[in-house]
């Protein structure tokens, strides 16, 4: 294997672990915006986001919160996407061992699953009434 694709994969993982460290500082994995309410109003949330929108103000408040902490970071699509080719490259291209090969698939399962994700959440986001990044939105909000 190549010192260049060696180094390019320690580069992403260090990307990777970077953009796991400022999502969790930041409240964004795993700490969703609805916890602390009741069971009814994280399904109404639920329900309003899968609908794109709701007449009850807390529950829309609480929709919009959680669309926006989900897709705060617009560049991870791509960062997902060239994970998931690099790690589908190491597939094809590496050593066949079985370890090697199962790992290799868990891999671009876990990248699949993360942009597959991501692109659910930005068609909600921009399928909610009033959420639509508009160009001032995106020049103004510097992300």
Known sequence: ?????????????????????VQVRRGAVGLSPVRGVSAETRRAVARAIRVGETDDPEVDRLARRTLR??????????????????SVYLLIVGPH????????????LLWTGLTARDVVNRRRLNRYR????TLTDAGASGV
């Open 69 to 86: 902490s989900e897709n705060a970071f617009r560049w991870s699509i791509y960062f997902y996407g060239t994970m998931l080719a690099v």
């Open 130 to 133: 009033g959420l639509r990044p």
């Open 97 to 108: 061992t079985p370890d090697r090969v199962l790992q290799q698939s868990a891999l671009v």
């Open 1 to 21: 294997m190549s010192t260049f694709l060696v180094l390019a994969g320690i580069a992403l993982v260090l990307c990777g672990v970077v953009l796991v460290v």
